[in-house]
């Protein structure tokens, strides 16, 4: 998305959607930026290994296609591992790595990767007003869509016994509440 000549957003579009009325035609796109690759694909690592920030970023992100990098913290001096399970979330282990030496990943609107910590002496990019009675508002439209499908729980029962041939009894199993 740009603006004039300048990029304020780029990312990937997820949906559009194209709606007729009487009056006229409403074109919608939804999408998210540079960091869905991260959040939707799982970190290609086959084995559990320990890595630093510097490893995560060789081996996961850019295999993702994120190319654009700036590590933007003048004093990191922890350089901490973490643990790596396979199935784990790109961007999960992007963010447990930047934390491990104490700072955090996000996206510039260009699609470059900052992993840094913000700079709170620059004053704020633009300020969001949205009032209940409208006046004033230079927010133009808002859909705010509250969802639990996806939730759950996960319970995993260990038991161990040993094999015996006098023991050959049924468990006797109660639940719980």
């Not at 973490?82 to 996000?106: K, N, S």
Request: hydrophobic share 40%.
């Amino acid at each position: 998305v740009k603006i004039r000549d300048t990029v304020i957003l780029s990312g990937r579009v997820d949906s559009v959607t194209r709606d007729v009325y009487r009056r006229g035609v409403t074109l919608s796109l939804s999408g998210r930026d540079d960091a869905a690759i991260l959040v939707d694909c799982a970190a290609p690592v086959f084995s559990a290994r320990q890595l630093n920030l510097d490893e995560v970023i060789a081996s996961i992100v850019r295999p993702l296609g994120i190319t654009r990098i700036r590590i933007q913290a003048s004093d990191m001096t922890r350089n901490d591992r973490i643990h790596i399970e396979p199935g784990e979330r790109a961007w999960d282990t992007l963010a447990r790595a930047a934390a491990a030496r104490g700072v955090w990943p996000w996206l510039d609107p260009d699609g470059t990767l900052v992993i840094g910590g913000p700079d709170y002496s620059s004053p704020p990019v633009a300020d969001l007003i949205l009032r209940r009675d409208g006046r004033g508002n230079n927010l133009i439209s808002l859909s705010d869509m509250r969802n639990i499908q996806g939730c759950f729980s996960e319970l995993i029962l260990l038991a161990q016994s040993h094999a015996s041939t006098t023991d050959n009894q049924k468990l006797k199993l109660k639940p719980v509440d």
